[in-house]
Structures are given as structure tokens and as C-alpha cells.
T-cell receptor, first 113, second 115 residues
Framework: AQSVTQLGSHVSVSEGALVLLRCNYS??????LFWYVQYPNQGLQLLLK??????LVKGINGFEAEFKKSETSFHLTKPSAHMSDAAEYFC???????????FGAGTRLFVKA | EAGVTQFPSHSVIEKGQTVTLRCDPI?????LYWYRRVMGKEIKFLLH????????ESGMPNNRFLAERTGGTYSTLKVQPAELEDSGVYFC?????????????FGPGTRLTVL
């Protein structure tokens, strides 16, 4: 069965610094992977998704993630953090046996001025 | 295009009462999903509708939860009777096609508090 592990429930960075949010997945077949973001009082918004095309996936708001099969990782990065990036981020995998999405526990990103 | 909407945004009820949550998917989306996030835990899948049919309800916690999608449009999720452990945020999502790569669009969630 698929699963997702996000390393670090809280990450704090300074404005302008690199953002790195870690995600490892477990899947017996090639996975479809997603990163979602939830801003305060809003729903989940899709940042980017990997569906077996290019391993480096670019998303919205300057975020990107790289699929590394050898490391079973799909870490999310952004070169320069902005105050508006403060939110909770969820890594997720699509269940290959159906259509549900399996989420990690989430990482809350804090951005310091 | 309007997004997924959910009503109410917050609900506070007493243990043993009944609560009904509503989800309106994006127009034209045949697939509708319910998820739940209990405080501090992962967002967990509850069930999936394709039009008015339940495609997968493997995540429903127990028979106190009843989901319906009459006419294949909006959906309701009823909890009867509510228990303390039902507290959490209930998310609804919809997607157009029945592909597991298709983007699921999420609503803002309903925060349910059972006292």
C-alpha cells in the first residue's frame, strides 16, 4: 500500500532563504505524487504534480519538486522564501488501486522577516 | 468558474446530536470525494462518488456516517449520532475525469467540533 512521510512537522526559514520541505513515499508501482498547500482559512490548493513525465516538476508560486526514484523522495523546494509562503504543505500520493489521495501529515512553514 | 464550496464553515454540536455537512462540487465534475483531518493527524480519505454512485467508501469510519449524492450534484455527509472523536475538518474535493492523475480541487473544509 502507498504511504507518504513528511519529515518535519514545522519548518522555519528566513525571508529570502531556500525552502526545502521533505517528502518520502512508499509505493510498489510508479507513483503519482502531489504537493498541496493550505493557506489559513482556505482549502487545499494544488502546487504541482508528478505523473511520470519529467522528473523535475515546476509548480505555481516558484515552487518545484524533483522525483528521485532511487531515494523514493519528492522534496519540495523554492529558491527564495517570501512571507506569503507561510502555510501548511502536504505531500500526497495517488492510490494506484483507486482514486483516493493519500496524504502525509503536513509540514507547517514559517517565514521570518 | 466557481470552486468547490462547503457549508457550514464551522459547526459546534453536542455529543449525540446530528450534523449534516454539504459540499457543492465544481460544475461538470462527476467525481466527488470526502476527506477528514482529525487534529494533528493526516488528511484521510472517506469516500468517492462517481455521479450519484458510491465508487469507494472504504474510508468511512463506521455506520454513524452517511454520505449521499442525489442527482449527482451536491453531496451531504451526515453524522448521527456524533461522538467526540468525530471532531475535525471535513474536506470535499471534486475532479472531472475518473483518472488518478486528475487534479482534485478541494473546498475550504468544514470544521466540526463535538463537545
Amino acid at each position: 500500500a502507498q504511504s507518504v512521510t513528511q519529515l518535519g512537522s514545522h519548518v522555519s526559514v528566513s525571508e529570502g532563504a531556500l525552502v526545502l520541505l521533505r517528502c518520502n513515499y512508499s509505493s510498489s508501482v510508479p507513483p503519482y505524487l502531489f504537493w498541496y498547500v493550505q493557506y489559513p482559512n482556505q482549502g487545499l490548493q494544488l502546487l504541482l504534480k508528478y505523473t511520470s513525465a519529467a522528473t523535475l516538476v515546476k509548480g505555481i508560486n516558484g515552487f518545484e519538486a524533483e522525483f528521485k526514484k532511487s531515494e523514493t523522495s519528492f522534496h519540495l523546494t523554492k529558491p527564495s522564501a517570501h512571507m506569503s509562503d507561510a502555510a501548511e504543505y502536504f505531500c500526497a500520493v495517488s492510490d494506484t488501486g483507486g482514486f483516493k489521495t493519500i496524504f502525509g501529515a503536513g509540514t507547517r512553514l514559517f517565514v521570518k522577516a | 468558474e466557481a470552486g468547490v464550496t462547503q457549508f457550514p464553515s464551522h459547526s459546534v454540536i453536542e455529543k449525540g446530536q446530528t450534523v449534516t455537512l454539504r459540499c457543492d462540487p465544481i460544475s461538470g465534475h462527476d467525481n466527488l470525494y470526502w476527506y477528514r483531518r482529525v487534529m494533528g493527524k493526516e488528511i484521510k480519505f472517506l469516500l468517492h462518488f462517481v455521479k450519484e454512485s458510491k465508487q469507494d467508501e472504504s474510508g468511512m469510519p463506521n455506520n454513524r456516517f452517511l454520505a449521499e449524492r442525489t442527482g449527482g450534484t451536491y453531496s451531504t455527509l451526515k453524522v448521527q449520532p456524533a461522538e467526540l472523536e468525530d471532531s475535525g475538518v471535513y474536506f470535499c474535493a471534486s475532479s472531472r475525469r475518473q483518472l488518478n492523475t486528475d487534479t482534485q480541487y478541494f473546498g475550504p473544509g468544514t470544521r466540526l467540533t463535538v463537545l
